[in-house]
């Protein structure tokens, strides 16, 4: 599966941005998945991991209740909806896939959200957050 992320911008601290992921090659409807961002001068770190096994997605402590993660199957496609960013919130963020082999492997890979359980990496986009 290829992925191509976009959405980035800046916007102003309380703001909005809605992040697409779009996928080709391949249906997303067997992944799982997941958010990440990459801030300068820090590790990646998980943002949110769904699958439609497991439709309940994983978020991250920081973004819980700010971030929301949906999707529309008929485009192939996975959003990521922002709202209140804050200025740590800088960042580029990517989308990533990995294709299920079962339900506990989807059950595992969505709980632990980890960016070394995904092996298809879209391009990255920057998201800037500054007043």
């Known amino acids: 599966v290829q992925l191509q992320a976009s959405g980035g911008g800046s916007v102003h601290p309380g703001g909005s941005l809605r992040l697409s992921c779009e996928a080709s090659?391949?249906?997303?409807?067997?992944?799982?998945i997941g958010w990440f961002r990459q801030a300068p001068g820090k590790e990646r770190e998980e943002i949110s991991c769904?699958?439609?096994?497991?439709?309940?997605?994983h978020y991250a402590y920081s973004v819980k209740g700010r971030f929301t993660v949906s999707r529309d199957n008929a485009r192939n496609t996975v959003f990521l909806q922002m709202n209140n960013l804050k200025a740590e919130d800088t960042a580029i963020y990517y989308c990533a896939a990995e294709k299920l082999r079962s339900v506990v492997h989807s059950a595992a890979i969505v709980t632990s959200c980890e960016d070394s359980d995904f092996t298809s990496w879209g391009q990255g986009t920057l998201v800037t957050v500054s007043s």
């Open positions: 769904v699958s439609l096994i497991d439709i309940t997605p």
């Open positions: 090659g391949a249906s997303l409807d067997d992944y799982a």
